[in-house]
């Protein structure tokens, strides 16, 4: 019962809040952060793999200040995330 509990309490998300770990979206494992989203390299690249599957190759992401849209491939959306200064060095997005 003792042990039932300790494990309930170990899965719980938010108790572990304070503590600087985060659940692997691929495998459910929990790591130390520092990495998005996934535990190792290998789950990193299933998940992108996902991602691109579903998203495409790239994405379409807009200046909020201009409102230029611009090519961005995915992937490094996933493994860099993006800052407004960045965007300028993608192509821009051609409407089909
Ligand atoms: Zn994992």
Redesign the pocket.
Known sequence: MEAKRKNEKESGGHLLSNMKFRV??????L?KVGRFY???E???ERFVDGIVEEFGESKRIVDAVTGTAYKVPTREVLERGLRHEDLKKYPKWKEP
């Open positions: 692997c979206v691929v495998c459910g494992k790591y996934t535990c190792s290998g789950c990193h």
